[in-house]
């Protein structure tokens, strides 16, 4: 069964600081992974997919990295911003989507 | 691009009655959908796997008797809360699997269930 593990499960920058969010999983075989943010209360905004066949995907300040073969995803978010406060989830893909428990960020004015 | 819709965005009700979640693919056919609860501060963790015609695969901890999925079709999964409880006070969110193309889940919005 795969497991999503997501570190660390709580962060707290000044704004304006570079961060690097990470996410690993046990079962490499997977379609892709999708990391998400999520607001208090809120559903799930999807932010970047990176299929298993990429390395990398980018999207404004964000940048999505993926190493199958090691079960590791990195997301680097540039320059954050108080707005960038919001819980990001990691999710991966094969016959089901499995969630990390979330990285809960707080990006201080 | 798919979008899929749920219905209640948000629901209370009273301890002991039934409560229906309805998923729907919009624009899209959907052979497999997913059931997700998420209690206040934790991930979101699969429930049921929802097979269009078949009956839904449970995760383990899950009660089948308690929450029914039924996929009739091919855009509509519903997930029924039976005898509801405040235990069962959560947000459910559905996603649902494009039959045809890219390999990737689309989610609902999600429904917030409180139960009193």
């Known amino acids: 069964k795969q497991e999503v593990t997501q570190i660390p499960a709580a962060l707290s920058v000044p704004e304006g600081e570079n961060l690097v969010l990470n996410c690993s999983f046990t079962?490499?075989?997977?379609?892709?992974l999708q990391w998400f943010r999520q607001d208090p209360g809120k559903g799930l905004t999807s932010l970047l997919l990176?299929?298993?066949?990429?390395r990398e995907q980018t999207s404004g300040r964000l940048n999505a990295s993926l190493d199958k073969s090691s079960g590791r995803s990195t997301l680097y978010i540039a320059a954050s911003q108080p707005g960038d406060s919001a819980t990001y989830l990691c999710?991966?893909?094969?016959?089901?989507?499995?969630f990390g428990a979330g990285t809960r960020l707080t990006v201080k004015p | 691009g798919a979008v899929v819709s749920q219905h209640p965005s948000w629901v209370i009700c009273k301890s002991g009655t039934s409560v229906k979640i309805e998923c729907r693919s919009l624009?899209?056919?959907?052979?497999?959908m997913f059931w997700y609860r998420q209690f206040p501060k934790q991930s979101l963790m699969l429930m049921a796997t929802?097979?269009?015609?078949?009956?839904?695969?449970?995760e383990q901890g899950v009660e089948k008797d308690k929450f029914l999925i039924n996929h009739a079709s091919l855009t509509l999964s519903t997930l029924t809360v039976t005898s509801a409880h405040p235990e069962d006070s959560s947000f459910y969110i559905c996603?649902?699997?494009?039959?045809?193309?890219?390999?990737?889940?689309?989610f609902g919005a999600g429904s917030r269930l409180t139960v009193l």
């Open positions: 999710a991966v893909l094969n016959n089901d989507m499995r």
């Open positions: 996603s649902a699997w494009k039959s045809t193309g890219a390999n990737v889940l689309t």
């Open positions: 990176i299929q298993s066949s990429q």
């Open positions: 624009d899209f056919q959907a052979t497999t």
């Open positions: 079962d490499s075989a997977i379609y892709n």
């Open positions: 929802s097979n269009e015609g078949s009956k839904a695969t449970y």
